[in-house]
């Protein structure tokens, strides 16, 4: 070979559960990301697999998005949604009778039905173990990330926070893939000096950042973000290829752009009558129900009926063209006398959600570049590292700070709309230091006034474990995105102070050696999270 790609989607939604209603608007962030993106991504692989192609795609599922996945509640209420989209489309069917649109309508009545049939039948409502499954076949690889997907270098000063957040990471990547991981995603690709000695503590051999962080990177690199680099804990460090990127991502000139693909934003959930699609819904509110009937054709409000024909000639003329231009990369940088390695990372949304031909572009293109006359494969990290890389002759640098996202420093997690809010999250990083000096003191001197009883004890333990729950999620990058782009704005401020003021409801019972079990019940139902990474309270009896 002439050289390699490395291909990874970074699937990740922020942690959103809401017993306490019985229908929730976010809650349907995962299940359209289900339905768009992570069943029919699935299905594709597996496809692939079947017809004796093995993809070598590298994944990474952050631990908030295990979560819910895994999440029994959730589960059940996918089903449910799905059996609302189908009583919806079904409905569609009828409405769009002898339209332009009826065509449509057909289609996304099979697809509703057919995925809620491939989710319900034949991954058993276990989408982490289909994905496991892959993995232990060695078809894919998948890497581990933050625990709650926390933009890390807006905790540089506070490391008892970062190493939480990667190890706690790690140990439920353990939990719900039974292995160790070698690579770790680091959410936003935020860097900051320092930070990959920490991931080498964690057990973690290679991680990624953006291109400018190796770029930038001193001594310059030899081979800019071509070849993977060492950093100074001797870990392997790809480089984001910007050139990939920005055909695939790019709103204006990206692939998605095209005249032809389907428009994200003409959804019949804000085009026809509120009290019409709030029967299916059972939100009494605007929202996306996935069924769309129009194409992007161009900057108008005007839209085009959507033709699924061109749209799938379209898929295949770009997947062709994605191929090329990495071909003609690789012929270009091979004069350099050397064997090069793309590394090109994505959103996993961006297909079938964002994108909705983005699945059928992945298949095409992945297939395509495992015909054996390629003078490129796609490899894994992992593979890559322990077949061709030899740290003897690897380049050690100084990765440069930085991140992905709008300007490419920091600016998208801390800007002029969120900034406000780290100073709350550092003082409950600070305060969750202090109970975990305190019980290590207490313990050591033998005092147990403040947990005289068992049972005391065991609450107790309970509280510090859901105090470093509520600020962990608070930590989750999402939330200051959010605020940032001003997108549910409202709703990404009432998380972050909803998980601050129980942090320091909690903080003060702790404290006081006195726990409520009512209100700590409560917090435990509504946040339930990382209960196998936290220690449990049988380390105090």
């Not at 100074?232 to 204006?252: E, I, N, T």
Request: glycine share 6%; hydrophobic share 40%; aromatic share 12%.
């Amino acid at each position: 070979m002439n050289g390699h790609l490395i291909l990874l989607l970074h699937a990740h939604l922020p942690y959103v559960r809401h017993p306490e209603h019985e229908y929730s608007l976010e809650e349907n962030w995962l299940f359209e990301a289900l339905r768009e993106t992570y069943i029919p991504l699935l299905n594709v692989l597996e496809g692939m697999v079947n017809d004796g192609i093995s993809p070598h795609l590298t994944l990474s599922i952050s631990p908030p998005l295990i979560e819910m996945l895994n999440d029994e509640l959730l589960r059940k209420r996918f089903v449910r949604y799905m059996d609302n989209l189908i009583e919806l489309s079904e409905a569609e069917k009828m409405r769009t009778k002898k339209s332009a649109f009826e065509p449509m309508a057909f289609l996304y009545n099979n697809e509703f039905k057919r995925t809620k049939r491939l989710y319900c039948e034949r991954y058993k409502q276990d989408i982490v173990s289909a994905f496991r499954k892959l993995q232990d076949k060695g078809h894919i690889e998948i890497i581990a990330s933050a625990a709650t997907h926390a933009f890390l270098p807006a905790f540089e000063h506070y490391p008892d926070a970062v190493k939480a957040q990667i190890e706690i990471g790690v140990k439920s990547y353990v939990h719900n893939f039974g292995r160790q991981p070698s690579g770790f995603w680091l959410p936003e690709c935020g860097y900051f000096k320092g930070l990959d000695l920490l991931l080498k503590d964690a057990g973690i051999r290679y991680f990624f950042v953006e291109s400018h962080g190796v770029i930038h990177g001193r001594p310059r690199p030899a081979f800019s973000i071509y070849k993977p680099v060492m950093s100074p804990a001797g870990l392997m460090v790809f480089g984001r290829d910007f050139k990939s990127a920005r055909q695939v991502w790019c709103a204006s000139k990206g692939y998605p752009g095209d005249f032809s693909y389907r428009d994200f934003y003409r959804d019949i959930g804000f085009d026809l009558p509120l009290e019409y699609i709030s029967r299916f819904t059972h939100l009494n509110m605007r929202t996306f129900t996935g069924i769309k009937y129009h194409r992007v054709t161009g900057n108008t409000e005007y839209k085009l009926p959507y033709s699924r024909v061109k749209a799938m000639e379209m898929a295949l003329e770009h997947a062709k063209h994605f191929v090329e231009s990495r071909e003609s990369e690789i012929k270009r940088l091979t004069e350099f006398n050397f064997c090069p390695v793309i590394f090109s990372a994505f959103d996993a949304e961006l297909f079938g959600h964002w994108w909705f031909e983005g699945i059928e572009w992945l298949n095409i293109m992945l297939r395509s570049i495992s015909e054996g006359w390629r003078s490129f494969d796609i490899i894994t990290p992992k593979r890559y590292l322990n077949e061709y890389v030899n740290s003897n002759t690897m380049q050690s640098i100084h990765i440069s700070s930085s991140s992905w996202g709008e300007e490419g420093y920091n600016s998208m997690w801390i800007g002029e709309r969120n900034h406000w809010l780290y100073r709350h999250l550092h003082k409950m990083a600070e305060r969750m230091e202090m109970i975990n000096k305190s019980r290590v003191m207490s313990q050591e001197s033998g005092d147990r006034r403040t947990v005289a009883l068992p049972h005391s004890r065991s609450l107790i333990q309970r509280a510090i474990n859901q105090a470093m729950r509520e600020m962990l999620l608070a930590q989750a990058s999402d939330w200051p995105f959010l605020m940032q782009k001003g997108r549910a704005q409202e709703y990404a401020e009432d998380r972050v102070k909803g998980h601050i003021e129980r942090f320091n409801m909690l903080f003060d019972m702790i404290e006081n050696g006195n726990v409520e079990e009512s209100i700590l019940r409560s917090m435990e139902e509504s946040n339930r999270i990382f209960y196998y990474t936290l220690p449990s309270d049988s380390r105090l009896s």
